[in-house]
């Protein structure tokens, strides 16, 4: 089968990453004889530097004449002034909002080898695997007015968080489908005892659980979600929430497998169901961390396990994204490691060097 796969490399360890996770690509399509054209492009900090835009239309063009996007992270000192006009994070702003991009999907999953990597008990963090469904196109990120001002009393600045009935709607199915094929438990995290919006949430979340009767939906605070992620992380299977919660929880979710070099995302413009397919943009959810950028240090992990949810996603192709994701288990297996997922005797290794012993294993 023949696929069309923009690849938007970025910034900081980016290209790294990118590199590594495209060449896991290449190993899926040499064994399992698919063709996948690669269109490059920039975005980010490197397309402001060449481009003087976040993202261009040309770039934007490839990506709509896509299957999938596959992207590296954005970002780094150069363009971090406050006062400037565009920045990196512009780019991914506005790709996720011009292909609808609703969806963040950010699988949090601990690899057995990996139970000492992380600060907590092992008996607490063993067996996690879990989902949460982000809102990615609205909310504080998106709302407006979004503006900062000077007053008579000083500096002023405000952010809006907005949402209407037809975005809860359907960031709640996407939940609820999730749900369904999995545990058939839906969290859906609030905060309905002082935000507008999120009683706007509940109550929207609760009409659409009426489709789907066989799922069992639980409302949460995202304060009490926050600890819960700590205390009793195995309690959650799939949750879904608005975009900055989203944010913030999953980065400390990160945290329970180890490394946010060991997490994945997808962000969709469909409602993901058995039968369908949708356009999708893959990245791990990590940044530039442009300190390590052209160091070989950067865990390519995310990054492939971001194809392997490309490959189920976008592309339909089940059995190759679970020969990847085995692939990744068998490198962890044979005490392969990153620095930042190091452990006593095993191997360190460089993204370079990941990127090949998982490709190898595909």
């Excluded at 402001?48 to 992207?71: F, Q």
């Excluded at 009767?213 to 926050?226: N, Q, S, T």
């Amino acid at each position: 089968m023949k696929f069309s796969i923009a690849v938007l490399p970025g910034d900081g360890v980016g290209p790294e990453v990118a590199g590594e996770a495209v060449n896991v690509l290449k190993s899926v399509g040499a064994k399992y004889g698919h063709d996948f054209k690669l269109d490059y492009g920039d975005i980010g900090g490197i397309s402001i530097d060449n481009h003087g835009t976040a993202l261009s239309k040309d770039v934007l063009k490839i990506c709509k004449k896509s299957d999938a996007i596959l992207l590296g992270a954005v970002g780094g000192p150069k363009w971090d002034d406050p006062n400037a006009s565009v920045r990196p994070e512009d780019g991914l702003l506005a790709l996720r909002k011009a292909l609808g991009l609703f969806a963040n999907l950010r699988p949090v999953k601990l690899f057995p080898f990996l139970r000492d990597s992380t600060n907590l008990k092992p008996e607490v963090v063993d067996g996690i695997d879990f989902i949460c469904v982000r809102e990615l196109t609205g909310g504080l990120y998106f709302g407006k007015p979004k503006r900062q001002w000077t007053t008579t009393k000083g500096r002023r600045a405000v952010d809006t968080m907005a949402y209407n009935e037809h975005e809860v709607e359907r960031i709640a199915k996407v939940g609820f489908e999730l749900a369904r094929s999995r545990k058939k438990k839906l969290i859906s995290v609030d905060k309905a005892n002082v935000l507008e919006s999120s009683r706007l949430w509940r109550q929207v979340v609760i009409e659409v659980s009426a489709n789907y009767p066989d799922v069992d939906l639980e409302h949460m605070l995202v304060d009490a979600c926050a600890m819960r992620l700590i205390q009793n992380p195995r309690y959650l299977d799939v949750m879904v929430t608005e975009n900055t919660f989203g944010d913030i929880l999953t980065d400390e979710a990160s945290m329970l497998a180890g490394s946010m070099g060991m997490l994945p995302s997808a962000s969709l413009a469909g409602v993901p169901t058995a039968d369908s397919h949708s356009l999708g943009l893959y990245e791990p959810i990590h940044g530039s961390a442009p300190r390590r950028a052209g160091l070989d240090m950067a865990n390519p992990i995310a990054t492939i396990l971001s194809v392997a949810m490309m490959l189920c996603y976008s592309l339909g192709l089940n059995k190759e994204a679970v020969a990847v994701e085995s692939a990744v288990d068998k490198a962890l297996e044979e005490k392969y490691r990153t620095y930042d997922i190091m452990q006593e005797s095993c191997t360190k290794v460089g993204t370079k060097q990941m990127g090949a012993l998982i490709a190898e294993r595909v």
